[in-house]
């Protein structure tokens, strides 16, 4: 029998079989990274990591380990702050797979960390206005003060910076004898007692107004058609005199309001002033001063978790 010669037949095969090579040679290339470690390696690790964040952090709720629940938290902060070491920037991968429980753990890690605070600050009241978010009040007195706000989770307070500027400015007034609302009131009684006067003296311009108007008579008597110059300037004298007492008539039938309402922020800013004094006697009984009171501020997450472990109530989180 005889064969056809099929001169492509065998290279047909060879291509083939090198064909079959290279895919085999892409898909080994394309598991490996820096033609080293595999993708399928590299994913696996990943969601090991993952999981053992999650799983440290269910074991350290389950323990009502609040340190270690911090620690995982932000993992840089600690160990500059409580190990005293630098750390590599944060796996934001791994720490992002919670930020959908931040109320949730802002909520948890609460309790024990206002414990701390009512002991550290003594003067300031939390208020849970929603899951996981606290108001700051200074004071338990009357009328007092929203201060801003607690951040539960990187331990810290939020002041309102308006209510903040007051209490340091009247901190440095104080130190010069004078109070914060000082200046205003002082201006605000000037202006009453001017008010007052205007009051008061209400006869006495009917008195001046009347011999004016005499004067401004007897001068337009003189009035004629060649008027002299001097004449017409007294009369012109007397006009803006006559102009100035209505004026002072006009002010004068308001000034029972004006006084009422100047009265009035005289109240609030003196009731402002005895409340900054309140504040300001609360943190010089605790601190010492206002620039302890501000360093404790900026020490706030490095005392808290330390009084943990001081407390013995927790154990330091592994890395």
Not at 50 to 64: P, S
Not at 138 to 164: A, C, P
Not at 178 to 189: H, T
Not at 219 to 232: I, V, Y
């Amino acid at each position: 029998m005889a064969f056809r010669h099929c001169p492509f037949k065998s290279s047909q095969k060879i291509g083939k079989i090198k064909l079959d090579y290279d895919k085999e040679t892409m898909l080994m290339i394309s598991e490996t990274t820096n033609g080293a470690q595999p993708i399928s390696q590299i994913i696996n690790q990943s969601i090991e990591q993952k999981v053992n964040y999650l799983q440290e952090l269910k074991q350290a709720v389950a323990n009502h380990a609040d340190q270690a629940i911090y620690a995982l938290l932000d993992q840089k902060r600690y160990a500059a702050e409580i190990m005293h070491r630098e750390e590599k920037a944060n796996d934001t991968g791994v720490m992002t797979l919670v930020d959908d429980l931040t109320a949730q753990l802002s909520n948890y890690l609460s309790t024990k960390l206002i414990n701390y605070l009512s002991q550290a600050y003594p003067f300031f009241y939390y208020e849970e206005y929603q899951l996981g978010h606290y108001r700051m009040y200074f004071g338990n007195w009357w009328d007092r003060r929203q201060f801003g706000e607690l951040d539960v989770l990187n331990i810290r307070f939020v002041f309102d910076q308006s209510e903040y500027a007051k209490l340091a400015k009247s901190f440095e007034l104080a130190q010069a004898g004078q109070r914060y609302n000082g200046q205003r009131i002082e201006e605000l009684s000037k202006e009453n007692d001017r008010l007052q006067a205007l009051i008061d003296s209400a006869d006495k311009r009917d008195a001046k107004k009347e011999e004016l108007q005499a004067e401004l008579k007897e001068a337009s008597a003189r009035n004629g058609l060649f008027e002299s110059s001097k004449n017409r300037e007294t009369r012109e004298a007397i006009v803006a005199k006559l102009s100035e007492l209505e004026n002072q008539d006009e002010e004068a039938r308001t000034a029972a309001g004006k006084i009422k309402a100047n009265n009035q922020q005289v109240l609030e800013l003196s009731k402002e002033n005895t409340i900054l004094s309140y504040e300001r006697k609360s943190i010089v009984d605790t601190f010492g001063s206002f620039e302890d009171f501000e360093l404790a501020n900026r020490k706030l997450y490095a005392s808290y978790l330390q009084s943990l472990v001081a407390d013995g109530k927790q154990v330091e989180a592994d890395d």
